[in-house]
Structure formats: C-alpha cells, structure tokens
C-alpha cells in the first residue's frame, strides 16, 4: 500500500510518502522525499528501510507528524514555542557561526562548531525530539542564547529522585486506606533537567524567564511531569529565576569542588 499526502509549512506545500513497499520507499528517498514506512504486522521479514519513521497505519501520520518528518528529512528546525519577542527552536548548522566566543562555558564548543552542532541535531533531536535550542530574538532575529531540557548528569538528581518515589510510594500506601486516594505518579515521567544561557549583550532585559518559562510548558505538556534544575548555590539569579516559575528547593549537596549545589524541582500540577 502507498499512500501520498502533503503538509504545508509556512505556506509551502511538500510531499510526504507512506509506503509498504520498500521499493517505494527507497525511490523517494532518493529523489530527496520525506517518507514514512507503513508496517504490516502479518508480512514476515518486512523491510522498511530507509525509512526513520514508521507508523501501523495511515491514519496515525497527522499534521503534526508529517511536519516533523518533513523537517527531520530536510532540516528544517522545529519551533518548539514563540513569545512575543522571543522564537524557541532547535539549533541549525548554520547558526554555529553566530555564537559569541566570549560567552562560551564549559561544553559549549558543540554550539561553535558547525561539523560538532550539525551531529548534534542530527543525534539529539532526531532520537529524543529535544535538547538545547535556540532562543531567537523576533525583532533582531539573532541567536541570543540557548536553552532547553537534558538528561541530567551524576547521581545527584538520580539518588534524589529514588528517595522522592519511596516517599511517594509510602504515601500512597498510606492513603490507599483513604476513600479518595490521590493519583499515582507516571512510571514514565523521565526527569529532565532546565538549563539556559543568555548571551550577555540580551541580559537583564526578562528574555531568561520568557524562554524558560515556555519550555516548562512545553516539556510538562508533551515529554515528562518532572523537570528539575540543578543550580550553583552562588548563582542567586538563576535561583530567583527557578522559584519564580514555580521551582522548589528539594535537596542540596556538595558536589566534587566542594561547591554547594541545590537541586530544584518545577511543580507540574
């Protein structure tokens, strides 16, 4: 089976083949064609291949999901929200020369290079569909910073994060007794870490807590129910910041430098 349909992004229209037949599949790849595989469970040794995305039916590939393939397939950035001076979306390869050396911090040199970010975008968001992104100034259309959600890093937040669900799970039990107990947290609620960086030619001006806040948002509505950030006890901005979009202080530590660390949690009630 075969099935052609098309989306428009900003006004253009382009084609997106869902296919069956390998053959098919490979010939519109070729010729530059987002395609998406269509599995038939009762055909043995099925091959789908060069297809990344794969749907049961044809009916599960919406807008939505036809944009991103369409994006995926020709790199086009996903915007994951807009503000009224801000666009939050994923990172080019073309952006690499835009970066300010002089605000680059540790682990940033991905960011620099255009060969590192462009397998970057190509590892990160094409399997996990988030990362670090671009906070885009409307009016300017520069890239003044980067932020987004990452696997959190050491055992700090994960040790934590164990001692939060015995908790939740005694405190369930607890209220099991009760005649309306509250509802158990999601077994695939992932936690994921916020993390920003404004450039500082665009500080002290709100863009932090405008481009934060919507990727709280977005994270809390479409990937996990736990974000949490991981914040330098001297950093009293970012402090300010996390508790000012909900954050609460969850469990301090000291980390290898023997500088103190607080971890905080967003509420995503």
Not at 127 to 155: C, D, M, T
Not at 253 to 259: D, I, L, Q, R, V
Request: with cysteine; glycine share 8%.
């Amino acid at each position: 089976m075969t099935e052609e349909r098309t989306v428009f992004i900003s006004g253009t229209p382009y084609t997106v083949t869902i296919s069956s037949e390998q053959e098919v599949l490979s010939a519109a790849y070729a010729a530059g064609g987002a395609i998406i595989g269509l599995w038939d469970k009762n055909r043995s040794g099925q091959s789908l291949a060069p297809a990344d995305y794969i749907v049961e039916c044809v009916e599960d590939a919406d807008e939505e999901f036809l944009e991103r393939v369409v994006r995926r397939r020709l790199h086009m950035p996903w915007i994951i929200a807009e503000t009224e001076r801000l666009v939050i979306r994923e990172f080019t390869a073309e952006d690499a020369a835009h970066m300010i050396p002089e605000d680059a911090g540790p682990g940033d040199e991905i960011f620099h290079s255009r060969e590192k970010l462009t397998a970057y975008i190509d590892s990160q968001y094409r399997f996990f569909e988030y990362g670090i992104w671009a906070v885009v100034e409307k009016e300017s259309k520069a890239v003044i910073g980067k932020a987004g959600l990452f696997q959190p890093a050491g055992g700090f937040l994960n040790a934590e994060i164990q001692q939060t669900e015995i908790r939740q799970a005694e405190v369930q039990q607890t209220e099991s007794q009760q005649a309306e107990p509250s509802p158990p947290q999601k077994k695939e609620d992932t936690p994921l870490e916020l993390g920003y960086h404004i450039f500082t030619p665009w500080r002290r001006s709100g863009y932090a807590k405008e481009a934060c806040r919507e990727i709280l948002n977005y994270g809390t509505g479409r990937l996990t129910g736990r974000i949490c950030a991981v914040i330098e006890e001297g950093n009293t901005a970012s402090i300010r910041l996390a508790e000012s979009l909900g954050f609460r202080l969850t469990a301090q530590k000291c980390s290898e430098s023997a500088e103190l660390l607080y971890l905080y949690e967003a509420s995503c009630s």
